[in-house]
């Protein structure tokens, strides 16, 4: 066995897990997840949604972690280090330099969002929230980003708090922060979800979120749900491998997997049903896209006791959730400078920092002067989310996915995963054949290159994964022989 030696470790058992959970509970959780559902008109919508977590995210969450964890590293040299103890081909390093550059693109729109809910919670206590329906905060929400100045300092601000915090290391700073972040968020997204019980429209809220329309399916709707799986996870983008690489040796990566996708989807689950009743009982139109939140949670505030007080402690949370999200971001690209260009880690995070604010800026400017500026009609900010979620994100899964599931050899994954037979078994399966294919029909599809619907014919993709699975099994004792005599 030839392990690499850990330079960094968490501090202490609990620490991958906080530091993880801080990386995928965020903005996505709390600001799209909600907006994305009400786009693509709910229940179907999150039912896609929670199929991708449990085959898709799961897996590859899970292969993600072995890799980091085996190769030690920024996902570049983790993977190239994985690959080399296989003696295979170096190319696949391509993976870990794609999913870094997924995360840091992730980065230029995230700190812009993150700077609404910095600006909201300031929002909350000067007042100008005070208006009396959601048209009102709709208009407050426009003005807010008209103003370039306004908009670009609340993201400057968090792309600096960012970079001070990587710039320090993150051992110490995320896992202190989210001991008491996560409990503090959960219990301010339970407080709403009971205001939203007794005040608002809960019965049509539930009824939006998980009844399943079969008419609201569609092609785009499957890769939103896929993308957003990736997205929600921090998987493919550096962030989950990083962290991985920090784990101690013998810690369970299953189990650890479950802990955090658990946690996410509860909180993303809890986010829509804190939001959707107070939207319908304000006959606001789901759909509104991404200011939903902030023009709807508002009026929640001013209608509940100790409503200030709690409004700005609930957008603090998010706050704060969305920095420990952008924090996981960057962090591979800082290892990354470190281990292999020897910049220390104030240096590596200020030159990625500076990259960083000026594709911010740039990002931000989409709501105001240059809301004009499309590439294939779409803006800046539209652009970064749709390239890293819809494709880079998914092709960096599957690609590991295959990388583990095919060309590793045998033991290294049984080693890393330390899952009993059965469980190795289900793991294997999963990213051999079901999350490839999977993620490969979503692709086609979405490109209009799949002669059917996968959603209407599922009973010929559960066909291909089981052809697949019986062909695969029985060739590959064969495929090795043969490997193992050239
Ligand atoms: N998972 C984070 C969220 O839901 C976003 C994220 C994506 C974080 C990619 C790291 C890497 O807000």
Redesign the pocket.
Known sequence: MSREKPKNLWLSRWGFVLAATG???????IW?FPYITGEYGGGAFVLMYLACILAIGIPVMITEIALGRRGRGSPLDAIGRVVRENNGNPAWKAVGGMAMLA?FM?LCF?VVVAGWAFAYTWKMLDGSLAAPSVEALGAVFESHNANPWALGGWSVLVALLTLLIVGKGVQAGVERAFRWMMPGLAVMLLVLVGYSFSNGSFGEGVAFLFTFDASKLSGEALLAALGHAF????LA?G?ILTYGSYIPDGQSIARTTFIVAIADTCVALLAGLAIFPVIFANGMDPSAGPGLIFMSLPLAFQQMPFGTAFGVLFFAMVSVA?LT?AI??IEAVVAYLNEKHGLSRPRGAALAGAVLLVISLLAMLSFNVGADWKLFGMTLFDGLDYLTSRWMMPLGGILMAILAGYCLRDGIMRDELGLSAGGYALWLFMVRYVSPVMIMLVFLHALGWLGFDPLVRWYWVLGAIGTLAVLGELLRPGMQRARVRA
């Open positions: 990386s995928a509970v965020g903005l996505g959780n799209k995360g992730i995230y997205f929600t996870l921090s983008s962030a969305a999200s996981s971001m």
